[in-house]
């Protein structure tokens, strides 16, 4: 008997897309879809203490749904809100963050693809392995590091090499608190980040992609200490959505979206600067460091302004220094 692959209910065939003033209204996106408005919904600190302007309430713990599109909806998960961290910006809709997102492993162009097909995902079991020039090695399952690190929420903003941002409520926990977990050396000067491998779950791995898989990238290890580097399980109230990095990625603001990365399998400190996936594709373009800078231009197209994944292309802002993080991080880049 043939095997018989039943669409999840939300897919929507490619030459059926949905108006754009209908996309931009969440009330009747939802409604569009056939969807009632509690299904499928699923980063910023602001230096200068900027206060909240976010009109969206905080999450909350809602009833589970009972049909059989609860499958496709994150488990919630709930974290208190550390109030240091604000935004200069109202909170991107989590509708618009489930759907606008690059995961190469699943499908490098087409966005909505890549979502469905990262359902795919098996996320169970799921284990970090941290190694190299540490004291203490070890391989954590993720829901142990989860009950052994306090969770928090953090409204932090999100910024793309392509221009697009977001800005969003991550639940999860500092790097440094890892860090500290396995006490690394004093000849560790980098640390090296690893993502999944499995071409059997995810089509954009198998060989002839042309992509050096499995994802890997790299942060300095004062980088990696940093105050602002966050690790996420979470958002929006509710576990990772596969698509948006599940179980556990990189949080950092004040760089490129590419070095955020996500679904973590290993970590490893080192003492020399580890090769990073764009920077090996494309050197010319996708530096090492990756921080967010207005006044350098892409070689393709101009930085200096950026635009809200749910506000439009037309309705523009300028990019911030560090994405707005200076006073967390320039001290980190010196000028010489």
Not at 295 to 308: G, L
Request: aromatic share 12%; hydrophobic share 40%; proline share 8%.
């Amino acid at each position: 008997m043939p095997n018989i692959h039943k669409r999840p209910a939300w897919w929507i065939p490619n030459l059926r897309p949905t108006d754009e003033a209908v996309f931009l209204d969440r009330r009747r996106f939802m409604a569009s879809l056939g969807i009632g408005g509690a299904a499928l919904i699923g980063g910023i600190s602001a230096c200068d203490r900027i206060s909240d302007t976010s009109t969206e309430p905080r999450p909350t713990t809602r009833p589970a749904a009972t049909d059989a599109r609860s499958q496709l909806e994150p488990a919630a998960l709930t974290a208190p809100r550390n109030d240091k961290y604000t935004l200069d910006r109202k909170m991107t809709k989590a509708d618009a963050v489930m759907r606008y997102v690059n995961y190469y492993e699943f499908d490098a162009a087409d966005k909505p693809k890549a979502v469905r097909l990262a359902q795919n995902l098996t996320l169970h079991p799921w284990t970090l392995s941290i190694t190299g020039l540490v004291k203490k090695p070890r391989t954590f399952d993720v829901e142990e590091l989860e009950k052994r690190l306090s969770l928090e929420e953090r409204l932090y903003r999100h910024r793309c090499v392509e221009t697009w941002a977001m800005a969003l409520p991550w639940i999860g926990f500092p790097l440094r608190s890892l860090i500290k977990l396995v006490e690394p050396l004093s000849a560790a000067r980098f640390v090296r980040f690893v993502s999944f491998m499995r071409p059997d779950e995810a089509p954009g791995q198998h060989l002839g992609s042309g992509y050096p898989w499995p994802y890997h990238e790299g942060l300095r290890i004062d980088e990696a200490n940093s105050e602002a580097a966050f690790v996420a399980v979470g958002a929006y109230g509710r576990r990772l959505a596969k698509q948006n990095g599940a179980p556990i990625r990189l949080v950092t603001p004040w760089k490129y979206g590419y070095k955020s990365i996500k679904a973590i399998v290993e970590m490893q400190f080192v003492d020399k600067q580890p090769p990073t996936f764009w920077n090996t594709v494309n050197a010319h373009e996708y530096g090492f460091y990756s921080n967010v800078d207005p006044a350098v231009p892409h070689p393709r197209w101009s930085q200096a302004q950026e635009w809200m994944i749910d506000g439009g292309r037309m309705n523009k802002r300028d990019t911030l220094p560090y994405n707005g993080y200076g006073e967390l991080v320039a001290h980190l880049y010196p000028k010489r």
